[in-house]
Every structure is written in C-alpha cells, then in structure tokens.
C-alpha cells in the first residue's frame, strides 16, 4: 500500500488530515503525547476564554493596587509580568511550550472569544509560546433584537482582522452555522485575514429539567449523523472560497474522513469519537481511510479532495434546493 496521505492546511505540511480538535484530550501533557502515538498529524490545544483572560487580569490588577497600596516602596514592575503567573493564561502559554517541546507535530493553540479586547493580545503570546498556528473561535451567541446581522458579522471580521494583525503564524476561524449566507461570511472572514475555517463550531444546547423546573447545561457528544450539515457546506465552499478548510462536528470513522475529503475539506477533525473511544482510535481511522484509497486506485489524497464537491459533482443541484422537495415526497416508511 503506497497511497499518499499528506495535506497541506494553512501553509502546514500533514502527514494526514485527521487532526484532533480542541477538548480536553489536548489539554494534557500525558494525552497528547498519546495522540501522537497513534498517529496524530497536529493537534488543537482547548481554547483560552476570554472570560478567563479577562478573570484573571481582573485578579492580578486587583492584587497589583492591594500591593501598592500596602507597601510604599512598591514601584511599577514590583510585580511579575502577568504571563509570569502561574493563573489560566500563563497555565495555557506553558501548555503550548511544553507542548511544542515534547511533540514534533504541529501545536495549533486557540483562544475563544466574541468581542475586541485586552485579551486579543494572547493570540501573540501563544505564538511566541510556540504554537504553529493559532485558531480563533469566536462563539457569539446574538439576543439582542436591535443589533443587526450586518453589526454581528462586522464583529467576527473586527476580531478576526485585530488577531491576525499581531500574528505572523497563520490563523485559522472557527465558526458556527447559523449565518443568513455562509460563503458570504466565510469570503469576507477570508479578505479580513483568516488563513483557513474550521467548520462548523458545535453550539452546546442548555435544556430544560421539567422537574426541577430549571435550565440545566447539558453536553452530548456528537454521532456521525451530525456530519450532513458541515459536508454540505464543504462542498458548496469547496473552489469558492480561497482557503484551507477544516471540519469538524461529526467526524467519528473513516467513511466520514473520507466523505469530507469528497467534499473538499483540507483537514478533518475530531473530539467526540476520541473521547468516546480514546486517543487509539485515531490510528484506525487513518488506517480506514489509506485502506479505501487503496482499494479505489487513489494515489494520494489530493487526487480525491473536492472530487464530489458542489463544483466538480454530477449533480450540483443535490447540494441546494433542487434536491429538498424530491427528498421530502419521496420519503418512505412503515406509515407511508
Ligand atoms: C468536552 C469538550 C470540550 C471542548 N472544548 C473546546 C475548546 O476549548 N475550544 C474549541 O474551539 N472547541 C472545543 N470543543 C469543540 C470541539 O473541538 C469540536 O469542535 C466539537 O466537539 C465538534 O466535533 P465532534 O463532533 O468531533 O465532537 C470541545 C468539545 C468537547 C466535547
């Protein structure tokens, strides 16, 4: 079996595109080092919030006044410079050293947050830790009637354009899906500075506990099922939008790495699957996908990436409306 695997995403060179995304598996030391060993190609560090960034220099600031205050000699610099503490922040940029230090992969850091801030600067800081590359995930959630959707994407494109001016590792976006028309966002998150998009982030819905009658934060982990919404869009942006594109959300086995490499995904990238199964299932996801390409008489991945998508398919109508009203009365099932 001699099939190519590598892809290139953001300017990096992957020996495959199956890549483990942000969760607490990438948060450690011990795990990502079990990642690699099964063959990881990069990993995704978890996010550093900008509440806890905010948190913490709320923290140290409350602590530099009450050190100024108590001793006269105190002078500017008394203290340490805040990445120097051992708080979230400076827990995260050791993270990303260690990291770097002890994986020969690619370390991608990421930081989550929704407005422009002091925090922004923390996108450098994870670069001059190391990271290869930095992703943004800006998850913003609008309940304000009176703020437009013009004003909500205008606030993705001003994070994006603030992060990426500090950076000169490439930045990737990850976003969520309810935008009134995606490749016109993923276009102009594109022109704004981001070298690739992550799609699609995975929105954690709260529920409602009708006994205690409370809302109650609920994490699910996702199925295979959930692949359907990002593959679409995948193909639809595929050769649209001049950019690296990675998914995730409900890349569980190698027949969906392998429908996102049809569609035209760079990367794919997966959470649930691992936590479900641990770090070794990642090995034999790669291995299903080289073992496919084999037995379909693909070289490499680069001959197969985009071959299905909105673009290059036979029947691009599947990917739009065309498709919707023949799915919905064609539908059978022990009642119809
Ligand atoms: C427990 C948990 C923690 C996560 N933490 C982060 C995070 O810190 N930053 C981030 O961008 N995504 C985070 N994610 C989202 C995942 O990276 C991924 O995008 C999402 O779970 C969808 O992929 P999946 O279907 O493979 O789980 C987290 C997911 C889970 C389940």
Redesign the pocket.
């Known amino acids: 079996m001699s099939v190519d695997l590598r892809t290139t995403y953001m300017g990096l060179e992957l020996a495959h595109p199956v890549v483990p ?4 598996l990438t948060g450690d030391l011990n795990t990502l080092k079990r990642l690699e060993d099964a063959g990881a190609s990069a990993v ?1 560090l ?2 550093l ?1 900008e509440e806890q960034i905010e948190h913490e220099e709320m923290e140290v600031a409350r602590l530099l006044d009450f050190g100024s205050e108590s001793f006269g000699e105190a002078t500017f610099g008394y203290f340490p410079e805040l990445a120097d503490y051992a708080t979230g922040p400076g827990t995260y940029l050791d993270l990303v050293s260690r990291a770097k230090g002890s994986l020969s992969i690619p370390v991608i850091g ?1 930081i ?1 947050g929704t407005s422009k801030g002091g925090w922004i600067k923390y996108g450098k800081l994870i670069e001059e830790a190391g990271a290869d590359a930095l ?1 943004l ?1 800006i ?1 913003f959630i609008p309940t304000d009637p009176k703020v437009s959707t013009a004003q909500v994407e205008q606030q993705y494109l001003d994070l994006v354009m603030s992060v990426k001016q500090s950076l000169s590792i490439p930045l990737a976006v ?1 976003i969520g899906p309810f935008f009134s028309s995606i490749p016109h966002i993923a276009h102009r998150l594109v022109e704004s500075g981001a070298d690739a998009l ?1 799609i699609f ?2 929105f954690y819905q709260p529920d409602i506990d009708i006994d205690g009658l409370k809302v109650r934060p609920d ?1 699910h ?2 199925t295979s099922s ?1 692949l359907r919404l990002p593959l679409r869009w995948t193909a639809i942006l595929y050769g649209r939008i001049k950019t690296s594109l990675a998914v ?5 086995t190698s027949e969906d790495v392998i429908k996102l490499l049809l569609a035209g995904a760079d990367v794919t ?7 479900k199964n641990g770090p070794d299932h990642l090995r034999s996801v790669v291995a299903g996908v080289e073992r496919w390409l084999d037995d379909n008489d693909y070289e490499s991945i680069e001959q197969l990436k985009g071959s299905l998508s909105q673009a290059s398919s036979p029947d691009p109508g599947a990917f739009e409306r065309a498709n919707y009203m023949k799915t919905l009365v064609t539908y059978a099932g022990p009642f119809v």
């Open positions: 995304s942000a969760s607490p995704v978890p996010s919030f990421s989550n992703e995930n998850y990850k992550v982030n995975r994490l982990l996702s959930e995730t959300t409900g890349v569980h990238m997966m959470a649930s699957a691992l936590l």
